[in-house]
């Protein structure tokens, strides 16, 4: 390796990007049973009846609610197990799975 090359690598810092986040949300809907939204929490996203009841309450109550942060793949993949399971009970609930800012 020449000086200019030990130079230029100094020079260059490795700039390592942190992969973006992402958020998947519950959102309300007036047709799902609460107790299915709960079901649906423990399965897909291994929550106890506590924290998952905390978090359909929340969705219930305000429209939205944070389910869990994680990478891309993982939130769009789980977003979407989670949305099916509904849809296969007849259920309109939604799972989304966002860019944190
Ligand atoms: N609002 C629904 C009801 O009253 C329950 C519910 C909560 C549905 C959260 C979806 O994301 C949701 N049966």
Redesign the pocket.
Known sequence: MSDNDVAAKRLTKPKLERPKLYKVL?????????EF?VMVLKAVFRMGEEAGYRV?MT??KLGT?VVVVCAKDVAETKAKEATDLGKEAGFP?LFTAEPEE
Do not use: G, K
């Open positions: 519950l959102v309300n809907d007036d047709f799902t049973p609460r939204v359909m969705a219930h609610s609930l």
